[in-house]
């Protein structure tokens, strides 16, 4: 399985990123993105991913995702403002760090 997942991921990075600077008509997408609520729930039922983190990008255009699963695998998921959303990279062996504290945040 996590092998069929790398092949598609492997065969999806070129054509997300084209996807997600908007270079690929809306049809190769469809290839490789889904609805933000279906790649969600394909996530958790096929990988027992949850979400981790989020932030935006590209100035309010994109939400990122990360979601990790218990076994180490990771997942990075890029959705734009009309609820489509990219798997842009994913992986193994996901370790969390603690979090840096900023100086503003360093106790007096």
Do not use: T, Y
């Given at each position: 399985?996590?092998?069929?997942?790398?092949?598609?991921?492997?065969?999806?990075?070129?054509?997300?990123?084209?996807a997600l600077t908007g270079a690929v008509p809306n049809a190769?997408?469809?290839?490789?993105?889904?609805?933000?609520?279906?790649?969600?729930?394909?996530?958790?039922?096929?990988?027992?991913?949850?979400?981790a983190g989020v932030g935006?990008?590209?100035r309010g255009q994109s939400l990122v995702e990360l979601f990790v699963g218990s076994n180490g695998s990771w997942t990075i998921l890029v959705t734009r403002t009309?609820?489509?959303?990219?798997?842009?990279?994913?992986?193994?062996?996901?370790t969390d760090l603690p979090r840096a504290t900023k100086a503003s945040e360093a106790p007096a």
């Open positions: 399985m996590k092998r069929i997942k790398r092949l598609l991921i492997a065969s999806a990075v070129v054509p997300i990123s084209l190769a997408q469809a290839a490789v993105c889904m609805p933000h609520e279906a790649a969600v729930a394909n996530l958790e039922q096929k990988f027992g991913e949850q979400v935006l990008a590209g009309n609820g489509i959303a990219c798997v842009a990279s994913s992986g193994e062996d996901w």
